[in-house]
């Protein structure tokens, strides 16, 4: 026991632990050890003596006036013969022999010490690194365990789970990897840190480093949506507008980028800028695609409809969505991706909907039908006079109740009820008669030709008889046969007539 106070201050010195922790730990392993090898219920304590190296165990007991547990009590004239000052309330402590210690007990006190070591260690890390999550680090590889690795940070080791990093990547023993501080758990079978390498976060913290724009605030990241392995998406928003805050995190020929690139080992990388309108960010979100329009269908859940053309929606919703699931992370929207055409087929669906299907059968009372012949078609599933209209005889004739000389007042009603959309026609006399006004006779009977648009509404068509000719009218008669017989009277006021000396405008 000589030397056990040097391999506490050696294992304090390695282990990053207060000495204090590690003696506590000390004497509670020592204490389990002797418990099992003296296999007694005693009240044990443990003391380290600084000046001899050794550590002591002792039996502690109780001052009373009369000790009724002889193994936890001592009464005080018993005290008194060990010290005189003894008094009721106080201690005695009895001397153990920690030498005879069995290898048992021996292997019991090894691993309750490594036990609170464990813990303290814990402890210790938790305490150091848990304000430190998302800060980049920079580690080596020390061993592999299966998927994951485990790399060294100088103070402690580390954990890189699978789950952590990204697909295209491969690590061998002593590489150097940077990695972002993803967690720091104080318990359980991962206790200590956890690093990431396919977090959204490892992207920022390589921008702050590549970009000094970034570093200065002058550049702020909204943003970032990842898939590790595939593609990321980073919202970038310039304080300064006189900063190009995309061509900032560019660089020069692209030469920032790539070295984060070249980091990420070739993943797409996708800088957009940030708008607080939710629907241009929705629209340099989904690039490389072009949007043809952005609708908020529900403002409060945050739900948008965006449409494309046609040849725009695979590029829209890219690789397995994953174009348009990394636009949704990144604007913290849902998206709900449409096509012209499947739009435009919504639409109609929609407006079908509304159309009423039929007029029922009802309506044909009005037009003579018998309430009971009206019953027996409902209950043959007849409710609309549309499908009643594309019934035959025989079809009517087939239903049940119905007779043959239902079917006649059937069509009838049926066809009374279609007359009524049917538009009047006008028949125009075979011979017109002598006389007709322009108020009896439409536009559409009148040929154009032979009135003129200007005199129209102010002309009257007049037929004359002709009458019989004389000899000497015969060939004038014969000249102007086949001129019209139509005369466009006109309808100047009598005064204006006699003012201009005509009676009348022979066409």
Known sequence: MASIYQSIEILSKEKGIDPQIVMDAVKEAMLVAARKHFKTTEELAAEFDQASGELQIFAVKKIVEEAADPAH????????????SAEVGGEVRFPKKAEGLSRVSAQTFKQVILQKLREAERDTIFTEYAHRVGELVTCVVKRIEGPDLVLDMGKTEARLPKKEQSRLENFSIGDRVRCIIKS???????????LSRADADFVKRLFEQEVPEIYDNTVVIKACAR????RTKIAVFSRDRDV???GACVGMKGMRVQSIIRELRSEKIDIIEYSEDPIVFATHALSPAKISRVTIVNATDRHMEVIVEDTQLSLAIGKKGQNVRLAAKLIGWKVDIKSEEEKRQEVETAMSAMIVPGAPVSVLMEH??????????VEADIGTVEKLGYMTPEDLEALPGIEPQMVDAIQQAVNGYYSQFEEPIVEIPAEIPAEVTVADVSAAEVP??????????????HIETPAPASDEAVAENEINAAKPAVEVMDHTPAAEKSAEGTEGVQS
Do not use: M
């Not at 009590?73 to 010290?83: C, G, N, Q, R, V």
């Open 73 to 84: 009590e001592i009464s005080l004239s018993d005290a008194k013969k060990i010290d005189a």
């Open 184 to 194: 720091v758990e104080k318990s359980g079978k991962n206790a200590g840190v956890i």
């Open 227 to 230: 898939e590790a392995g595939e």
């Open 244 to 246: 190009d805050c995309v």
């Open 368 to 377: 003579g039908l018998a309430v009971e012949v009206i019953e027996k078609l």
């Open 448 to 461: 154009a030709a032979d009135v003129p648009a200007a005199e129209a509404p102010a002309a009257e068509v």
